[in-house]
């Protein structure tokens, strides 16, 4: 059974930082691709980042370029996102997701909260 589980969210101010953990289980993830989305209170989930399987390559939303970093663990199993100046728009819930490709990312977490206040 596949299983990726985040943490790390809360409440923080604008211009703070928060660093936000996932961890798959279940299924060999060292060669998976791995991604961060978001979805605010009444919009849709929108793409954040994603790191192909060796970490090698990224890519962003332009919201949030230049103030998160999306990164890959040791053992290839775990993903973070380092979340830098965070702004109140980008208050949301944050999902964890790995597949195959970064254009095949089946598998998701069930969010954690981020809100950030003004």
């Known amino acids: 059974q596949v299983q990726l589980v985040e943490s790390g969210g809360g409440l923080v101010q604008a211009g703070g930082s928060l660093r936000l953990s996932c961890v798959a289980s279940?299924?060999?993830?060292?060669?998976?691709?791995m991604g961060w989305f978001r979805q605010a209170p009444g919009k849709e989930r929108e793409f954040v980042a994603t790191?192909?399987?060796?970490?090698?390559?990224?890519v962003y939303a332009d919201s949030v370029k230049g103030r998160f970093t999306i990164s890959r663990g040791n053992a290839k199993n775990s993903v973070y996102l380092q979340m830098n100046s965070l702004k109140p728009e980008d208050t949301a819930v944050y999902y964890c997701?790995?597949?195959?490709?970064?254009?095949?990312?089946?598998?998701w977490g069930q969010g954690t909260q981020v809100t950030v206040s003004s």
């Open positions: 997701a790995a597949g195959p490709a970064v254009a095949q990312l089946s598998y």
């Open positions: 279940g299924r060999i993830f060292n060669t998976y691709a």
């Open positions: 790191i192909n399987w060796s970490g090698g390559s990224t």
